[in-house]
């Protein structure tokens, strides 16, 4: 196996564990205080990584998908949370929803900080930089990505709160075939496209381009690059 691709898979590990967790636990934080329990009930309300990673959806597939087909897509835990126990069902289920994408984005901006802080160390140690400057673009990925409006993903629960009750109740009826749809836009739409010579990829337009863009925007304001 390729000794580059190991390392990138190793400097890609701990950064994400962090993203996943800080997301996952920001829902549970924020459901909590809203008014809904049932993620402390379940021990979600927690930093502690093994609390909301999924042993297969967050390590195993992502590897997995990375070696094989070169793209990474994964999950976590999903953190449980009942609207109606909410203060305000509706609105508040969007507050919980945006929630881990606003705590990734703030993530990369902590990274992008204590890479300044640490430029040193970094220009000595480039691993250091590497996972730094990674940490950076896994936190807009897994923002952007979030914030994309297909159920389940976090951008549907907010869009739904937004929408009048005729549209919205429709719409929330996709999560049941949400999985097979997110595979279906990310995945398997660009292997097919770029099979037949299109080379779509709705993922590069909508997730990794920009965060790249925010990623390198942002080292650049702060004086990294």
């Known amino acids: ?3 580059d691709v190991l390392l990138y898979i190793a400097l890609m590990a701990i950064p994400i564990i962090i993203a996943i967790t800080f997301h996952e636990a920001a829902h549970a934080f924020v459901a909590r205080a809203l ?3 049932t ?18 959806g967050t390590l195993l597939l992502p590897a997995v998908l990375l070696l094989t087909l070169g793209v990474a ?12 126990r909410l203060h305000h069902p509706k609105r508040d289920m969007a507050f919980v929803a945006a929630a881990g994408p606003l705590m990734n984005i703030a993530l990369a901006i902590v990274f992008a900080v204590l890479l300044v802080a640490t430029q040193g160390m970094a220009d000595t140690y480039p691993l250091w930089g590497r996972a730094m400057e990674l940490s950076i673009v896994i ?4 923002a952007l990505l979030n914030l994309i409006p297909l159920p389940p993903l976090d951008g549907s629960k907010v869009l739904a709160a937004l929408l009048p009750p005729f549209l919205a109740a429709p719409y ?23 099979r037949m010579g299109w080379a779509f990829d709705p993922a590069e337009y909508l997730v ?10 942002l080292m650049e304001f702060l004086g990294v690059r």
């Open 172 to 194: 929330q009826r996709l999560e049941a075939y949400g999985f097979l749809l997110v595979v279906m836009v990310l995945i398997v739409v660009p292997i097919v496209s770029a």
């Open 35 to 37: 008014g809904d329990d």
């Open 39 to 56: 993620a402390e009930r379940e021990g979600r309300v927690t930093l502690n990584p093994l609390k909301h990673i999924d042993p297969w």
């Open 73 to 84: 897509f994964g999950y976590a835990k999903p953190v449980p949370v009942d609207a109606r």
């Open 208 to 217: 990794t381009g920009p965060a790249y863009y925010l990623s390198y925007g």
């Open 1 to 3: 196996m390729n000794m």
């Open 139 to 142: 936190n807009f990925i897994l």
